[in-house]
Antibody, heavy 118, light 112 residues
Framework: QVQLVESGGGVVQPGGSLRLSCVAS????????MHWIRQAPGKGLEWVALKRSEETNLEHYTDSVKGRFTISRDNSRNTLFLQMNSLRPEDTAVYYCGRDFWGGPNYWGQGTLVTVSS | DVVMTQSPLSLPVTLGQSASISCRST???????????LSWFHQRPGQSPRRLIYKISDRDSGVPDRFSGSGSGTDFTLKISRVEAEDVGVFYC?????????FGGGTKVEIK
C-alpha cells in the first residue's frame, strides 16, 4: 500500500538551511506529481510546492518560498526532497508530503516539524 | 492568488443530522482542460489531513458515501449526511486549478 514517511525536521536558526526527505513506498515516485504542504502551529494548511511527474518534471512554488526552497527527487531511492534555505521564523510549521491525484494530494505522510528560532 | 473562503468557521452538529460547508473562490476554478480541480479534506485532531473529495464531487477510495460534494464556477459545497462522532475536526477546501494552489481557512466541526 502507499506510504509516505517524512524526516529531516528540527530546530534551525533564522537564515539557516534544512533538507526534508519524504520516502515513498507502494508506488513509483517518478510516475507521480508530489506536493509539499505545511501547517503552522494551530493554523490552517498552506500549499508550498509541487514537482510534476518525470513526464514533464515541472516545478511550482508558492510565492513566499520562491528562490529559497527547491523541490527535487531521487528516483533511485524513491525519495522526494525539499531543500529549504534562508529560513525565516514564519517558515515554522509541520511539513507534509503528498502524492498528487487529480489536482491535490490523496495520500499524505505523517509530517515533520520545522522550527525556525534563535 | 485565488482566495478560498469557507463558511461557517465553526459548525456544531447533532449526531445523525446533516451538515453543509460552503467554499467560495475569487476566480472560477474551471481549468482549460475542462475539469474543475476543487478538493475537500478532513483533519482530525493530531492527525494528517485526509482527502475526501476531488474534482468537486468524486469521492476518494474508502470515503463513505455520507460525504458528497457539489458546485461549479466559484461556489462549492461539502455535505455530510448523518454526522458521526468520527467526523469531528477541521474540513478544508483546496483549489488545484490556478498557481499557486490555495486552501480555504478551514471549518471546525464539533458535536453538540
Amino acid at each position: 500500500q502507499v506510504q509516505l514517511v517524512e524526516s529531516g525536521g528540527g530546530v534551525v536558526q533564522p537564515g539557516g538551511s534544512l533538507r526534508l526527505s519524504c520516502v515513498a513506498s507502494g508506488f513509483t515516485l517518478s510516475d507521480s506529481g508530489m506536493h509539499w504542504i505545511r501547517q503552522a502551529p494551530g493554523k490552517g494548511l498552506e500549499w508550498v510546492a509541487l514537482k510534476r511527474s518525470e513526464e514533464t518534471n515541472l516545478e511550482h512554488y508558492t510565492d513566499s518560498v520562491k528562490g529559497r526552497f527547491t523541490i527535487s527527487r531521487d528516483n533511485s531511492r524513491n525519495t522526494l526532497f525539499l531543500q529549504m534555505n534562508s529560513l525565516r521564523p514564519e517558515d515554522t510549521a509541520v511539513y507534509y508530503c503528498g502524492r498528487d491525484f487529480w489536482g491535490g494530494p490523496n495520500y499524505w505522510g505523517q509530517g515533520t516539524l520545522v522550527t525556525v528560532s534563535s | 492568488d485565488v482566495v478560498m473562503t469557507q463558511s461557517p468557521l465553526s459548525l456544531p452538529v447533532t449526531l445523525g443530522q446533516s451538515a453543509s460547508i460552503s467554499c467560495r473562490s475569487t476566480q472560477g476554478l474551471l481549468h482549460s482542460d475542462g475539469r474543475t480541480y476543487l478538493s475537500w479534506f478532513h483533519q482530525r485532531p493530531g492527525q494528517s489531513p485526509r482527502r475526501l473529495i476531488y474534482k468537486i464531487s468524486d469521492r476518494d477510495s474508502g470515503v463513505p458515501d455520507r460525504f458528497s460534494g457539489s458546485g461549479s464556477g466559484t461556489d462549492f459545497t461539502l455535505k455530510i449526511s448523518r454526522v458521526e462522532a468520527e467526523d469531528v475536526g477541521v474540513f478544508y477546501c483546496m483549489q488545484g486549478t490556478h498557481w499557486p494552489l490555495t486552501f480555504g481557512g478551514g471549518t471546525k466541526v464539533e458535536i453538540k
